[in-house]
């Protein structure tokens, strides 16, 4: 039921931002024609390029870079085709990797590498922290914090305190102006 309420919001604010773009399109038109003859744009113009906006929109929503989830399926995508996904909204995700899924409490992304706290509330871990290369999909493994910081310290990472959890990393990728220029 919430994919389906997220999927009509959803198509309902494409026809929004398509309105938004349409009307960006044509005033930028008239603009940058101001020397020229004056065109007129008429009606079935402006619903052809809202058509082809809400398509577009809609096309975008669904790929990589553009698929949020539905409902209450949050994605983030992260990088070389990877991306953490959520169940519920909670503090948690989760990513595939070649080695298996990989369940964190806290992660971030930076210089290609995701960096992360196991989350240890489902199966148990003898690992406290990792860092996974996105290209290789390298898995370094470290058993506690104070090993964890020793190595990223040494090599200019995010040490334990700027690990976020999933609805921070949420936001900070999908919210501010994306939220309102994207679907």
């Not at 990877?82 to 995700?93: A, I, L, P």
């Amino acid at each position: 039921m919430e994919v389906l309420i997220h999927f009509v919001f959803q198509l309902f604010k494409i026809g929004l931002l398509s309105v938004f773009y349409v009307f960006v399109f044509v005033q930028l038109q008239k603009r940058f024609n101001k020397n020229k003859p004056k065109i007129k744009i008429g009606t079935l113009k402006i619903v052809g390029y809202y058509l082809i906006a809400y398509v577009l929109l809609f096309v975008y929503s669904f790929t990589y870079w553009g698929n949020h989830g539905l409902g209450d399926g949050p994605r983030i995508p992260i990088g070389h085709w990877k991306v953490v996904e959520n169940v519920n909204w909670q503090d948690s995700g989760y990513v595939d990797t070649k080695n298996g899924q990989l369940e964190m409490e806290k992660f971030l992304v930076k210089e290609g590498k995701l960096f992360g706290k196991y989350d240890n509330s489902f199966a148990t871990n003898s690992h406290e922290f990792f860092i996974l290369d996105l290209d290789s999909e390298e898995l370094l493994e470290f058993e506690s914090e104070k090993a964890y910081n020793l190595y990223v310290n040494s090599k200019d990472f995010p040490d334990s305190s700027e690990l976020l959890n999933y609805h921070k990393n949420y936001m900070n990728r999908w919210g501010g102006i994306r939220f309102f220029l994207l679907p």
